[in-house]
DNA sequence: ATCCCTCGAGTTCA
DNA sequence: CTCGAGGGAT
């Protein structure tokens, strides 16, 4: 980008930035923008300090947002409420040291008090409370920093906010903590939502603020908040022989001993790190606690635990020196589109994948996430080069969510599905394989060399030869060890050991490997083909309605040309009927079939399901199971008659629950489906 | 014709 | 995990 470019990139954001704040704060919008916010924000900052001439005092990101609502009594804090800066990697927290060492005086330094305090950050609204002789007199929100809103009413409301301090206590005493909602509570209210047809909430810190913000205390006393106290500002007023201590406090964490003592709580998760090692060893191992704590959470606060230094190292603008918030990566974040190219499946469906500049985001850096299809792409309106909202579905597959139109330039190009297949150069149609309304684009040359390796692909793994991955394929194919799939099974030792980079030992590998691999079940053998329409299940049900590959192959009779054969096996209609025929009758299918079988490939007979205890009832596996993995678990279940299903509807008997859960479990909860944990699992195999 | 549920197929990163 | 589409119930 030129400067002018910048210039206009700045103006934009801030545009999309104010959009984005009014909808948060205005029109009570889920907060699904709050990272977008944070992300567009990260950028605007990033450009100002690279071009610092464009600047503007009276831009609005340079304002504490959160006015004071008028309805509320206004209050004025009597020591200003902070925030803080962030940081979103360890290395800003280095970058953080390097700054406060160099503003330290050599001697603090040394010795044992430089030390650092870490603590969770609770995802709520901060909140000051005022104690006057031990009794809560007033509570406010943040506001701007300077000016908050009065809500004692509503705080008051909290059980875990005292309303008389326990002694020793002092005359005067004032206390920051963040109001929220726990998990558990917010699943409870959006339960009654849903019941009650009513949205439901996004997160737990909207239903805090908004709580918080209702004129009758009653609504908020519903809402069943909880309090968590983490400084006291004031510490001069808090004297040592009013709190009963021999000395003055000189430590944040004593702040955090003394809000106990005085009644409130105060989470118990926190540590004294003597560096920084310890300091990421702490937010390493908050990380994996995170899911499953009881409340949300958005980082650790990490600060230096020494008063006193605190004190040298002051405030600067709105946030303190001496403490940073180190921010876990954002579930969505913002990216330019770089590119969009084209993927061809083992089918010869053309699906179109977004290559982005790559971003951080929970947890990982992504560079590309498809688009499925054209319709997909023009549903998002999706252009070459615009800014879009990135996340990841599940927390693992990256998905562009929105398209920022507000920040384009004009120069963003609209993405066409090409005329010719880029691999093969053969003609690219909107094909309508049975039904008349396909979205996919596909392209129809058999020999296309992409569709062969991805149909190779899908032959080994399906076969569970798992030393032959797409690299090495390709290699054999390139090499011309192989044409197609059958030739697999007649790989030698010496033709591998012979290319490069392959040792004698691998060569063995793979060749036993195939070995092991040949016999397999007719089920797997008929998904293996990679007939239309035909994947696991469909495999399964035409090999117990057949038993044996011959009587499938008989059942085909090539002279008659229907297509309604297998209407009278479960779960197959007209459209996998078509699919199936036209397989069977296709000489070349036939011929390889009769290949593999010739190559060494040995297919078993399918016997009828035996009516297990299982008979009827369908699981779904979630999290990470630790006694057993997915595929026993998986085998267990289906030789007992039951079945496993990717999704949960009302006709799952049981979700089996691992560690760490998706949303699976979740919309089990939401159907009232039965959820079971992996020792009940186990119980019930016995 | 229109629902809901499953299945198939393609997908990302560590 | 997502989206499209097939199958079956209504």
Partial sequence: MDKSE???????????????RNAYHVENAPNITDDVYDSLTRE????????????????????????????????????RMLSLNDAFSYEELYDWEKRIKKLLPAEKLQGSSFRYFCEVKFDGLAVSLIYKKGKFVQGATRGDGFIGEDITQNLKTINSIPLKLKKPYPLSLEVRGEALLSKANLDKLNKINIREGKPVFANTRNVAAGSLRQLDPRLAAERKLDFFAYDI????????????????LETHSAKHEILRKLGFKVEKIE??????EEVIAFIKKFEKIRPGFPYGTD?????????KMQEILGVVGKAPRFMVAFKYPAE??????KNVLINIGRTGVLTPLAIFEPVSVAGSTVSKATLHNMDQIERLGLRIGDTVVVEKAGDVIPKVVEVLTGLRTGKEKKFKIPALCPVCKSKIVKKQLINQSSVAYFCLNPKCSAKNERYLEHFVSVFEIYE????ILRRFKDEGFITDAADIFLLTKEDIASLPRFGEKSAENIVQEIENKKKIPLSRFLWALGILHVGEETA?????????????????????????FYLDIENIGPAVSKSLFDFFHDKNNLNFIKKLEKNGVIIEKAEKKKAGKFAGFNFVLTGTLSLMSREVAKEKILSLGGKVVGSVSKNTSYVVAGALPGSKFKSAQKLGVKVIDEKEFLNMLD
């Fill in 6 to 20: 910048t210039q206009k990139r700045i103006i934009k954001l801030r545009r999309e930035i104010a959009r984005l």
């Fill in 332 to 337: 969505r974040v913002t990216t330019m589109v």
């Fill in 540 to 564: 399964r049900d035409i090999a117990i309605h057949f038993g044996t590959l011959e009587k499938i192959i008989l059942s085909t009779n090539p002279g008659k040309n229907f297509s309604n």
């Fill in 271 to 276: 540590v004294k790190a003597e560096n920084l």
């Fill in 233 to 248: 500002v004031n510490r001069r007023e808090a004297r040592p022989n009013a709190l009963g201590l021999a000395s003055r």
């Fill in 468 to 471: 032959l991955g797409p690299k």
């Fill in 44 to 79: 605007l900052k990033a450009l100002l300090e690279e071009y610092p001439e464009f600047y503007d005092a009276n831009a609005r990101e340079h304002r504490v947002a959160g006015k004071p609502l008028d309805k509320f009594v206004k209050v004025k804090h009597q020591n």
């Fill in 299 to 307: 980082g650790i606060v990490v600060s230096l635990d020494d008063l």
